[in-house]
């Protein structure tokens, strides 16, 4: 109820004539920003379906080959730091098979309409943005006039994150691991495309952080004390999570991810602060 509040509250003089609609006229509102947001999601897809060669071969596939940007980051900070070879990544060579008559067809048009999601998330941001605004005040409309550049940026560094870095370590341990040479890994395509799909929206969605801390911070939901006594609890997360991600003996290739994912937390933090210092103070 306090959040509903917060967005839909009434505020006189100070808010746009959509404050004053009707519930059931927010709701059909509402309705017509998802159907935008849905038709520019479709469009998008429409146009990556038809471009497989560079969606498949260039993008899905590309943590798959051992020429891939992020195994050749790794080897040359490796070879640099160490001297040696030892933290060049021996890309997984498994093949994806496929047992579904229309298998490859279900995927193609999933990961087209994931790639829509991807291009088109500023427009549905701004979409987002769109629907909520009018029931802020002016005084409140001004600190948030970044909110879809901002969530826009930390949504594409989050894919960009899983995509180049979390994804890629996560298929060389997984792809090869076995518990006995009497089982075989035979991966089917779906899988392949489920895991990719998912950590990459994932982690798009986690690097929301700072955006959603700022939000519940105005609303008094959350306090940057709370975060600061927690601090210890969300470390042990993050590094279970990058062990889990990267479990082998490569420490370099582990930091490198729980430090983006520890930062981000300690810059929701400051978000917080600065929030509760501006307005609660």
């Known amino acids: 109820m306090h959040i509903y509040l917060y967005f839909c509250r009434p505020m006189a003089d100070d808010l746009n004539q959509k404050t004053d609609m009707p519930f059931f006229e927010h709701i059909e509102a509402l309705r017509w920003h998802l159907l935008?947001?849905?038709?520019?999601?479709a469009g998008l897809g429409i146009?990556?379906?038809?471009?497989n060669d560079i969606l498949f071969g260039k993008i899905l596939f590309g943590p798959r080959h051992q020429d891939f940007i992020t195994y050749k980051v790794i080897c040359k900070l490796g070879q640099y730091l160490f001297h040696d070879n030892s933290a060049c990544i021996q890309v997984a060579t498994q093949d994806l098979i496929n047992t579904d008559l229309a298998g490859q067809f279900t995927m193609h048009m999933w990961v087209s309409f994931i790639g829509g999601v991807i291009l088109g998330m500023p427009y549905v941001l701004w979409e987002l943005w769109k629907f909520i605004s009018p029931a802020l005040k002016n005084t409140?409309?001004?600190?948030?006039k970044g909110f879809v550049f901002v969530s826009t940026i930390l949504f594409l560094m989050g894919v960009a994150f899983s995509y180049f870095m979390v994804f890629p370590l996560t298929w060389n341990f997984l792809a090869p691991y076995a518990v006995s040479g009497d089982v075989k890994n035979l991966i089917s395509f779906d899988s392949y495309v489920s895991n990719l799909t998912t950590l990459t929206l994932a982690f798009g969605l986690v690097f929301e952080m700072p955006v959603v801390v700022y939000f519940l911070s105005r609303m008094g939901l959350l306090t940057p004390a709370f975060m600061r006594k927690y601090r210890r609890h969300a470390i042990v997360?993050?590094?279970?999570?990058?062990?889990?991600?990267?479990?082998?003996?490569d420490i370099p290739t582990m930091m490198a991810v729980f430090v983006p994912l520890y930062l981000l937390y300690e810059a929701s933090i400051f978000v917080s602060a600065y929030v509760n210092k501006k307005h609660f103070a």
């Not at 993050?238 to 479990?247: D, G, K, S, Y």
């Open 36 to 41: 935008r947001s849905l038709g520019v999601i």
């Open 140 to 144: 409140e409309t001004r600190p948030v």
């Open 237 to 249: 997360v993050i590094l279970v999570l990058a062990a889990f991600i990267t479990p082998t003996s």
């Open 47 to 51: 146009l990556l379906f038809f471009y």
